[in-house]
């Protein structure tokens, strides 16, 4: 099996056709380590698990490079798989190394315009509402203060407040109405500007999670909240019921919201409607599972990679 990095050695003798790119913050986590242990099992010495702070990024003589922290030149991989760490990807780091390795062949299982557009929520929600997806009534602001953003006519009432970056349900409150909004925003971390999303009642407290691997609905999952909170996390205590195959039309537009937004393999966030109906609240590029849903997840996971690893075959060959 391919050693994991601090293996450069390794990535110079014997290029790796596939690579598995750990952002910074992600070495050493739970599902990092599942995730690497079933690369390197499935692909053996044509695997090779990378951290983006080993790399070195150039252009030399009117080519890109790649070189390890001693200086030995390395070969871009055919595929990756990268995860990175949502509230600390910037566009400056991680996603500059993936736009490299994009611009030197390598195919991304999510490519890197995919990934950027799920590090913005606002992003997302304007992608999925041109294609003609639901998605709840939203508002937000680029350059204007907080204070008049939340005094701006047209905010839902009452309407969920989230920072639009951020994940597993931190800086995300429900906020009654916009007298209690307006009273607490000079308490608001403005690292970021937020969102004013429409309250989905019916929903409060549950969603539904669906994983979508290379275009079909793998997983599925009701999360429920604890306490009466409305977000239903697993990081804030949540439960998780498996539910796949059980509600097929809300399946299908998460199939859709991942076509959309091109993303090979993404965790679709669905919100219950009245009437049966469900409505997107979120995509994670970056998605997330436990144990339980582990023998439904991987295998799609390592067939999406062997199919483009095929495909890569196939264009070298047509090419040549």
Same mark, same amino acid.
Not at 30 to 39: K, M, P
Not at 74 to 102: F, K, M, N, Q, S
Not at 270 to 289: K, M, Q, S, Y
């Given at each position: ?26 070495? @050493?986590?739970?599902?990092? &380590? ?34 390890? %922290? ?27 190394? =993936? ?8 195919? =991304? %299982? ?11 929520k606002f992003w997302h929600l304007q992608q999925l509402a041109l294609a003609g997806l639901a998605v709840p009534d939203t508002q937000t602001y680029a350059d204007a203060p907080l204070e008049v953003a939340v005094r701006a006519a047209g905010l839902p009432e009452p309407c969920v407040v989230k920072a639009v970056r951020g994940h597993r349900g931190e800086q995300v409150f429900l906020a009654p109405d916009t007298a209690m909004l307006r009273g607490i925003q000079g308490s608001l971390n403005q690292d970021t500007p937020y969102l004013f999303q429409e309250y989905v ?50 399946? &299908? ?5 991942? &076509? ?9 966030? =669905? ?16 998605? @997330?599972?436990?144990?339980?849903? &582990? ?26």
């Open positions: 099996m391919a050693d994991v990095v601090g293996s450069r050695t390794c990535l110079r003798a014997r290029p790796a056709d596939f690579w598995f790119v750990l952002g910074a913050g992600l070495h @050493g986590r739970l599902l990092t &380590e599942r995730l690497s242990n079933s690369f390197t099992w499935e692909f053996g010495d044509r695997c090779a698990v990378v951290r983006s702070e080993e790399l070195l990024l150039g252009v030399r003589g009117g080519r890109l490079t790649l070189h390890d %922290l001693d200086g030995c030149e390395l070969a871009a991989p055919r595929v990756a798989y990268a995860r990175v760490w949502t509230p600390a990807v910037g566009t400056d780091r991680e996603i500059t190394l =993936l736009r490299h390795l994009e611009a030197m062949g390598t195919v =991304l %299982l999510n490519p890197v315009d995919a990934v950027l557009v799920c590090l913005n009642a019916h929903s409060h407290g549950r969603d539904l999670r669906v994983v979508v691997v290379d275009g079909h609905a793998v997983a599925a999952q009701v999360r429920t909240a604890v306490d009466g909170d409305f977000r239903s996390n697993l990081a804030l205590g949540g439960t998780a019921t498996l539910c796949a195959g059980r509600y097929p039309h809300a399946e &299908e537009l998460a199939v859709r919201a991942a &076509e959309v937004l091109g993303l090979g393999i993404a965790g679709v966030d =669905l919100l219950f409607t009245p009437g049966g109906g469900f409505t997107i609240c979120e995509v994670n590029a970056n998605v @997330g599972w436990h144990d339980r849903m &582990e023998h439904l997840i991987t295998p799609a996971l390592l067939a999406a990679c062997h199919a483009r690893l095929s495909g890569t075959d196939r264009t070298a060959a047509v090419a040549r």
